[in-house]
Nanobody
Framework: QLVESGGSLVQPGGSLRLSCAAT????????IAWFRQAPGKEREAVSC????????IYLDSVKGRLSITSDNAKNTVSLQVDSLKPEDTAVYYC?????????????????WGQGIQVTVSS
């Protein structure tokens, strides 16, 4: 089970920090990815972190603004996005895959979180 937390209303230029807590699966054997789905748009992959904390960023619009970290002891992955823009408004999902590495191609999860709303607005 994956549970996201930390979503809220954030002002443009601010930061968001989301957490994904995993139960029933170990980050020692799974990669964790973040996805987001904006209103009226398809869900898109944002970033992925593997068991060795190697990060892959899929979404060009967040490059330079994103930080993703994992705490394998706590089985938690955190996502921080800075300098938020209204177009960052979306439901953010975490997902897990049994693959040992984050793929360069499409990320295909075995598990999904329920999603959490992030709204960037003044």
């Amino acid at each position: 089970q994956l549970v996201e937390s930390g979503g809220s209303l954030v002002q443009p230029g601010g930061s968001l920090r989301l957490s994904c807590a995993a139960t029933g699966l170990s980050l020692d054997y799974h990669t964790i990815a973040w996805f987001r789905q904006a209103p009226g748009k398809e869900r898109e992959a944002v970033s992925c972190i593997n068991q060795r904390a190697v990060v892959t960023i899929y979404l060009d619009s967040v490059k330079g603004r994103l930080s993703i970290t994992s705490d394998n002891a706590k089985n938690t992955v955190s996502l921080q996005v800075d300098s938020l823009k209204p177009e960052d408004t979306a439901v953010y999902y975490c997902a897990a895959s049994r693959d040992s590495n984050c793929p360069r191609g499409p990320y295909e999860p075995n598990y999904w979180g329920q999603g959490i709303q992030v709204t960037v607005s003044s």
